[in-house]
């Protein structure tokens, strides 16, 4: 099946969580040391509901993911509204947007409505409402609560934790408990994520540690069509992370790539059209998070050992805000797949750096 070249998400697919869900990418530890918490990665990424569809429906190819979103249930099912990350030019205290800060080009740097550069705290990782997207006065946090689970790894023939086995050079060779980071979410709240195709209701196993989720998929409306297809002009903020650049580097916008170019991964001028393909005129944005989707090559390829995690990504933050000396004319959709890494497919796929005007 071909690519669309201007894929139009269609559905919602909605994650009612049965219980707990996976929130880590976990770690073994030794039994004489316990102390560590597995690194948390929540919720997860629109990369684990394709590989969903990837059981269910077997290879399409002309898929596109975009989340990780949430919601409240009821309030997704009657009127779409759900929650996107806070683009990051809104100061938000107590659940209140306090600022929204512009760029002044003269001053060269970021100020509110008073021209003024607050000095205050700020809440970080809140969520604003879809509906609210126009005119934003308030935020809610994420709903979800971490609880840690402690999974003893057994012995093969005995119902008992694994002993400390000595190796030759004398180190434990293998750890005999897993730290588990299980998140709960409230009964009345889902996860959500756009879709170009309808994923068949019922229940399947969401990441890590089979958990179950009740999924469901819901035509996305008029409205929140025309939302998603809007032109993006020289202002805009990041709703899912962006990752740029070329298989090897990661920048903060796309960048033109020519095959056989020895020079493509050194760093040029930000206002050389060679390289940079937005004329950026500034961004406001945070610290890069890890960002991995790909697998490496075998250690032994003649005994077809299971490939490794090759090297890390990291991308731009989701809330990103940018600023452009000259507009795009173009909603995320028509983006060129150019402007993304390719690590199999392109990182388009799973909904990189979905952009929404301000």
């Known amino acids: 099946m071909a690519t669309p070249k201007n894929p139009r998400f269609q559905y919602l697919i909605l994650v009612e969580p049965l219980g707990l869900l996976y929130g880590s990418a976990g770690r073994f530890l030794s039994p004489d040391n316990l102390v560590g918490r597995s690194g948390t990665n929540f919720p997860p990424s629109a990369a684990t509901v394709s590989g969903i569809f990837a059981a269910a429906c077997g290879k399409i190819d002309d898929l596109y993911l975009a989340g990780p979103f949430w919601g409240k249930t009821e309030e997704v099912k009657s009127n779409q509204n759900f929650y996107v990350p806070t683009p990051l ?3 938000v205290k107590n659940g209140s947007i306090r600022h929204k800060l512009s760029w002044n080009s003269v001053k060269k740097g970021w100020f509110d409505e008073n021209n ?3 000095s205050d705290k700020f809440e970080a990782g809140t969520w604003l409402a879809l509906a609210d ?5 308030k935020v809610e946090k994420s709903p979800w609560k971490p609880s840690l689970h402690l999974h003893p790894r057994l012995e093969e023939d005995e119902r008992r934790v694994v002993r400390k086995k000595e190796t030759d050079n004398g180190e434990d060779n293998q750890g005999s408990l897993f730290l588990e980071n299980a998140m709960q979410m409230p009964t009345d709240t889902c996860l959500v994520y756009l879709s170009t195709h309808e994923l068949e209701p019922g229940w399947y196993r969401f990441g890590g540690e089979g958990h179950l989720v009740d999924i469901s998929a819901i035509e996305l409306n008029e409205e929140r069509q025309k939302l998603f297809s809007r032109n993006i002009e020289n202002k805009f903020a990041l709703i899912t992370p962006g990752v740029w650049g070329s298989n090897r ?15 493509k991964y050194k760093q040029e001028d930000p206002d050389s059209n060679n390289i940079f393909l937005w004329k950026l005129d500034s961004l406001y944005t945070g610290r890069p998070i890890p960002f991995r989707y790909r697998l490496g090559d075998r250690k032994n390829a003649a005994l077809n050992e299971p490939k490794l995690l090759s090297r890390g990504r990291y991308a731009v933050p989701a809330g990103t805000v940018y600023e452009l000396k000259t507009p795009l004319n173009q909603a995320w959709q028509d983006w060129d797949e150019s402007w993304f890494p390719k690590e199999g497919p392109s990182l388009k796929r799973w909904g990189c750096g979905l952009a929404l005007p301000l």
Do not use: G
Not at 133 to 137: F, I, L, V
């Open 89 to 91: 030019i809104y100061l």
């Open 116 to 118: 003024q550069a607050p």
């Open 133 to 137: 997207w126009e005119k934003p006065t």
């Open 249 to 263: 580097l990661s920048y903060r916008e796309p960048i033109r790539l020519h095959k056989k170019d020895k020079e």
